[in-house]
């Protein structure tokens, strides 16, 4: 059973620029979800999905930043016009959901904005 | 409010020493989720164990304890007999089941000296 992963593991840019990440959860669940976590800070919810469906985006994913899931298996998370306070780590985690099961982190993608 | 402080921001211990680490959590729901996750340094969150709000028994898992009090709204966790493998952060959560977000503490780094 493999866990989830993200590519790239690392990524740097220059501001101004735009990103791309992507996650591919565990293969039989349905749930996914992108959290950000700033230097000496506990992950924060972004968004998540189920299956295909994108069913809630918080406040702090301003409109630079979109994420699809477009078949259901695998998510991007793509960061227009970089600022240097978007470098962070970018983690996505899914779950099965059948009633706030555990979710599951991948390792994360660290974004550094020069 | 949801929230969860983790007061002790870092602890340092002489390996084999126990040590706890608090956590304190605030929902208006009835229905919730606990859980505590592990960084190492490589970056991944690694779960570690999920308590739902109508189970207060005490669990112990190897060298793991943790503690979920309901009266005092804390899930405190206990590493007896430490190693320095137990270097890490670690994050307490809160998952309250009608929006399936996870709200992260801010973590307490834990060193285990040799």
């Known amino acids: 059973d493999t866990g989830v992963s993200q590519d790239p593991r690392h990524k740097i840019t220059k501001r101004g620029q735009n990103v791309t990440f992507r996650c591919d959860p565990i293969?039989?669940?349905?749930?996914l979800y992108w959290y950000r976590q700033t230097l000496g800070q506990g992950p924060e919810f972004l968004t998540y999905?189920?299956?295909?469906?994108?069913?809630?985006k918080s406040r702090l994913l301003s409109d630079r930043f979109s994420a699809e899931r477009p078949k259901g298996s695998f998510s991007t998370l793509e960061i227009q016009r970089t600022e240097q306070g978007d470098s962070a780590m970018y983690l996505c985690?899914?779950?099965?959901?059948?009633?706030?099961?555990?979710?599951?982190f991948g390792p994360g993608t660290r974004l550094l904005v020069l | 409010a949801q929230k969860v402080t983790q007061a002790q921001t870092e602890i340092s211990v002489v390996e084999k020493e126990d040590v706890t680490l608090d956590c304190v959590y605030e929902?208006?729901?009835?229905?919730?989720?606990l859980f505590w996750y592990k960084q190492p340094p490589s970056g991944e969150l690694v779960f570690l164990i999920r308590?739902?709000?109508?189970?207060?028994q005490n669990e112990i898992s190897g060298r793991y304890s943790w503690n979920f009090q309901k009266s005092t709204s804390s899930f405190n966790f206990t590493i007896t007999a430490s190693q320095v493998v137990d270097s890490a952060v670690y994050f307490c959560?809160?998952?309250?089941?009608?929006?399936?977000?996870?709200?992260f503490g801010k973590g307490t780094r834990l060193h285990i000296l040799p």
């Open positions: 308590r739902n709000s109508f189970d207060e």
């Open positions: 293969s039989e669940h349905n749930r």
């Open positions: 999905f189920q299956n295909e469906a994108q069913l809630e």
């Open positions: 985690a899914s779950s099965l959901f059948q009633g706030s099961e555990t979710q599951y």
């Open positions: 959560a809160l998952l309250n089941v009608r929006d399936d977000k996870i709200i």
């Open positions: 929902t208006r729901d009835t229905t919730y989720y």
